[in-house]
């Protein structure tokens, strides 16, 4: 029994070890993390360096373009819509070099073409908007995928509202 005395000791040790050593890099990720939320100007930095050609806004890789969504049935943009397309258009006419193509998409429920035609007039309608507020039509290109690409597979409300959106996808930087 007394051998095992200095073998735990050891064994107290290494784990002492690993644990300081693992919680030494939680404090750098944690410094790290607080820098990018200190003013708006980091923060808008830190999306222009997220801006990827071809990356789109529903996975966070088209810098400060954020996916905008749509009511059931409807291509009309309600005041969040257009608060989040002022947004990008006013991201879009600072960075003057960046084209995007906008994605018309809907849920599930409808008919092939029913759902088509519904995402070009999303996708139009965001167009539309964002010409209305500076940015030049030859940036802007749009595409309809109707029910085709979804980003929630569910079978209820709280899916189908995630995908009737038109997002945002880097052509040009």
């Known amino acids: 029994m007394r051998s095992l005395k200095p073998m735990t ?29 200190s003013t708006t100007e980091d923060r808008d930095m830190g999306e222009n360096m997220e801006l990827e050609l071809n990356g789109d806004s ?50 599930e429920r409808g008919g092939v073409q029913y759902n088509l035609a519904l995402g070009e007039k999303r996708a139009q309608a965001v167009k539309q908007y964002l010409v209305s507020m500076g940015v030049s039509s030859s940036r802007i290109t749009t595409i309809s995928f109707g029910k085709e690409r979804p980003i929630a597979f569910g079978h209820d409300e709280s899916s189908w509202s995630k995908n009737r959106r038109a997002n945002f996808v880097v052509t040009a930087k």
Do not use: P
């Open 58 to 107: 529903d996975s966070g890789k088209a810098g400060a373009l954020q996916t905008v969504y749509f009511a059931f049935n409807s291509a009309s943009l309600n005041s969040s819509t257009r608060a989040a397309l002022t947004a990008n258009a006013e991201y879009l006419k600072q960075m003057e070099d960046v084209q995007v193509q906008v994605e018309g998409h809907c849920d």
């Open 9 to 37: 000791i050891l064994i107290t040790m290494l784990l002492a070890l690993g644990l300081a050593s693992c919680s030494s890099s939680s404090k750098k990720g944690g410094s790290n993390a607080g820098m990018g939320s």
